[in-house]
Nanobody, 122 residues
């Protein structure tokens, strides 16, 4: 099973940027579709973005499209989430996750990270 460790969260003012990283264990990292989810305070966890095993295909929630960019470095077993033009409504705990299937639109997850807090102040 793949182990995931997120980093890069913190506090930022609206309009600012953060880059989250998720380091994965395991030799077959490039074989997995990777996802980012988030859970705002008092709300359910929601999908943010996904990237294919090769990194060549991506998929985003409408709420972050054009502001967030998901990418991966398979040589480093790491997936990233670059977040620009942050808004207070982006405040959440952000989780990376290993997709159970290769489809970017599948929300079936086989492993979760522990999460990293992102707080955006107005």
């Amino acid at each position: 099973q793949v182990q995931l460790v997120e980093s890069g969260g913190g506090s930022v003012q609206a309009g600012g940027s953060l880059r989250l990283s998720c380091a994965a264990s395991g030799r077959t990292f490039s074989g997995y579709t990777m996802h980012w989810f988030r859970q705002p305070p008092g709300k359910e966890r929601e999908f943010v973005a996904a990237v294919s095993g090769s990194g060549g295909s991506t998929y985003y929630a409408d709420s972050v499209k054009g502001r967030f960019t998901i990418s991966r470095d398979n040589a480093k077993n790491t997936v990233y989430l670059q977040m620009n033009s942050l808004k207070p409504e982006d405040t959440a705990v952000y989780y990376c996750a290993v997709g159970r299937y290769s489809m970017l639109t599948s929300r079936q997850i086989s492993s979760w990270g522990q999460g990293t807090q992102v707080t955006v102040s107005s």
